[in-house]
């Protein structure tokens, strides 16, 4: 016999799933799992949807309210659907988006597209990031990273350094990280010992 399942996530502390986990039961969810997560945070760190996950069974559903309860992207989403679909495993939400029970023979066909929609956006990021790096490249722009700490502050840190000062008071009085400092300080000893 199917049974229909629940996942309920909420992300701050001045939310809570009661109000999920209601709508949930109400539309005929015999067992619910929720938490209090970030929409973030992986699979690993959200216990109650692996759990849920590894409880379904073939012709069970998952219910959620919404599909962005499923994965941090839309591409995390749609393979994860994708992954329930192969499983025998109906998905619903409680706003009306997607039911593949009520799909029928039509959901691994809706499924399939999704999931192509999913890799072209990802190849279009990935084709956009790549584009935005060789710009920045091109035009001597920013390619990340810390930026780099200037010539004067160097001295500065240097200069406190060779007056006794600790590592911790250099940090107070420029604001400079302490591996910062730590590497200013290694990169001057090396360039006088050369």
């Given at each position: 016999?199917?049974?229909?399942?629940?996942?309920?996530?909420?992300?701050?502390?001045?939310?809570d799933?009661?109000?999920?986990v209601?709508?949930?039961?109400?539309?005929?969810?015999?067992?619910?799992?929720?938490?209090?997560?970030?929409?973030?945070?992986?699979?690993?760190?959200?216990?109650?949807?692996?759990?849920?996950?590894?409880?379904?069974?073939?012709?069970?559903?998952?219910?959620?309210?919404?599909?962005?309860?499923?994965?941090?992207?839309?591409?995390?989403?749609?393979?994860?659907?994708?992954?329930?679909?192969?499983?025998?495993?109906?998905?619903?939400?409680?706003?009306?988006?997607?039911?593949?029970?009520?799909?029928?023979?039509?959901?691994?066909?809706?499924?399939?597209?999704?999931?192509?929609?999913?890799?072209?956006?990802?190849?279009?990021?990935?084709?956009?990031?790549?584009e935005?790096?060789?710009?920045?490249?091109?035009?001597?722009?920013?390619?990340?990273?810390?930026?780099?700490?200037?010539?004067?502050?160097?001295?500065?840190?240097?200069?406190?350094?060779?007056?006794?000062?600790?590592?911790?008071?250099?940090?107070?009085?420029?604001?400079?990280?302490?591996?910062?400092?730590?590497?200013?300080?290694?990169?001057?000893?090396?360039?006088?010992?050369?």
């Amino acid at each position: 016999m199917s049974r229909s399942i629940g996942y309920a996530r909420c992300s701050t502390t001045h939310q809570d799933t009661d109000a999920q986990v209601t709508e949930l039961r109400s539309a005929g969810c015999q067992e619910v799992f929720a938490e209090k997560v970030s929409s973030r945070a992986p699979l690993e760190k959200r216990p109650q949807l692996r759990a849920c996950l590894e409880s379904l069974q073939e012709r069970d559903e998952l219910v959620v309210s919404k599909l962005d309860r499923l994965g941090r992207s839309q591409v995390e989403v749609i393979n994860r659907l994708s992954d329930l679909q192969t499983k025998g495993i109906y998905v619903r939400t409680l706003d009306g988006l997607i039911n593949t029970r009520g799909l029928g023979k039509l959901a691994p066909l809706v499924i399939g597209l999704l999931t192509g929609l999913a890799e072209v956006e990802r190849s279009l990021i990935q084709e956009r990031t790549k584009e935005s790096v060789e710009h920045r490249r091109r035009t001597g722009g920013n390619l990340g990273g810390r930026p780099k700490t200037s010539d004067k502050k160097e001295r500065l840190v240097i200069r406190l350094r060779d007056e006794g000062e600790s590592y911790r008071s250099i940090r107070d009085q420029t604001g400079i990280s302490l591996a910062t400092i730590q590497r200013i300080l290694k990169d001057h000893t090396t360039t006088i010992a050369a």
